[in-house]
Nanobody, 122 residues
Framework: QVQLVESGGGLVQAGDSLRLSCVAS????????MGWFRQAPGKEREFFVA???????ATAESWKGQFTISRDDAKSAVHLQMNSLTPEDTATYYC????????????????WGKGTLVTVSA
């Protein structure tokens, strides 16, 4: 049984930083693209960033240069370092896994975590 478990969300002030983590189990981690999607209140879930085992990444137009995605295949973990957060970053952040290839479409991802809420106050 595949599980993706996110952690690291919370309530912060504008300008603060957060580090989200996702630990996977039940899959061959290196075979999977690991991604982060986010869903702002009242909006659809949207692709944000993803990373392959070779370190290549894909990012959405909303991606910010002060954010960083990384993965540790030895620990089956992916991290999202978010710096200089703004209220516009308020959303539930979902970790997802897709076999081998990037995709913008949520429907094409194989596995999902339950999400972690990030709230940024002004």
């Amino acid at each position: 049984q595949v599980q993706l478990v996110e952690s690291g969300g919370g309530l912060v002030q504008a300008g603060d930083s957060l580090r989200l983590s996702c630990v996977a189990s039940g899959l061959t981690f290196s075979d999977f693209v690991m991604g982060w999607f986010r869903q702002a209140p009242g909006k659809e879930r949207e692709f944000f960033v993803a990373i392959k085992s070779d370190g290549s990444t894909a990012t959405a137009e909303s991606w910010k240069g002060q954010f960083t995605i990384s993965r540790d295949d030895a620990k089956s973990a992916v991290h999202l370092q978010m710096n200089s957060l703004t209220p516009e970053d308020t959303a539930t952040y979902y970790c997802a896994a897709r076999f081998r290839e990037f995709s913008w479409s949520p429907g094409r991802w194989n596995y999902w975590g339950k999400g972690t809420l990030v709230t940024v106050s002004a």
